[in-house]
């Protein structure tokens, strides 16, 4: 079974802190996605991105940037936290292919709270 | 990229059969339609993808008519561990540029 891991389930820090937000995933999948899921907003695209050191903005890129330096790992960066990051943060990877290929797998979550 | 809406939320009974409709009224021709399940503090999981007539597998059926402007989810028999919030997406799945994007999804209360 794919695996994607997010570093942490849980995490607290304060106003203008720099925070990293790390995944992982293990089937060797070109594509990966940051979303954040608000209560009554559903689930919001941040970045993605289809290889190394490539990456596009999803529809809420403001505050946030990525790094991918390999193929397994994904980051996402808050320069300087606010409240109003404060969600449930998702990471997703798919592989890039056929139609039924590009099923997103993902992992269990980051709740960041932002104090 | 195509814009769904289904209903906020569903109630059904355990072991009755509950459909969930999306409209998608501006499908394109290359867009594929899929639905991912969501538990509570868990990610979205992939239940079934179609392009057109019906497609079934051991979790659920979907019916996708000829215009495809729409597409059921049927979930037969459901059971208390059914309740989720489910969301259609719709996509040029595989054209390796066009990610797929979430509405809020429809949340099914299943009672005992």
């Known amino acids: 079974d794919v695996k994607v891991t997010q570093s942490s389930r849980y995490l607290v820090k304060r106003t203008g802190e720099k925070v990293f937000l790390e995944c992982v995933q293990d089937?060797?999948?070109?594509?990966m996605f940051w979303y954040r899921q608000d209560p009554g907003l559903g689930l919001r695209l941040i970045y993605f991105?289809?290889?190394?050191?490539?990456?596009e903005k999803g529809d809420i890129p403001e505050g946030y940037s990525v790094s991918r330096e390999k193929k397994e790992r994904f980051s996402l960066i808050l320069e300087s936290a606010s409240t109003n990051q404060t969600s449930m943060y998702l990471c997703a990877s798919s592989l890039w292919g056929e139609a039924e290929d590009e099923k997103l797998f993902f992992g269990s979550g980051t709740q960041l709270s932002v104090l | 990229l195509a814009k769904t809406t289904q209903p906020i939320s569903m109630d059904s009974y355990e072991g009755q059969e509950v459909n969930i409709t999306c409209s998608h009224n501006n499908i394109a021709t290359n867009d594929y339609i899929t639905w991912y399940q969501q538990f509570p503090s868990q990610g979205p999981r992939f239940i079934i993808q179609g392009y057109k007539t019906k497609v079934t597998n051991e979790v659920a059926s979907l019916f996708i008519p000829a215009d495809r402007k729409s597409s059921t989810l049927s979930l037969p028999r459901v059971s208390l561990s059914d309740t989720a919030v489910y969301y259609c997406?719709?996509?040029?799945?595989?054209?390796?540029?066009?990610?797929?994007?979430f509405g809020k999804g429809t949340r099914l209360s299943v009672i005992a």
């Open positions: 991105s289809y290889d190394v050191k490539m990456k």
């Open positions: 997406l719709v996509g040029d799945i595989g054209s390796g540029n066009t990610p797929l994007v």
């Open positions: 089937m060797d999948h070109e594509n």
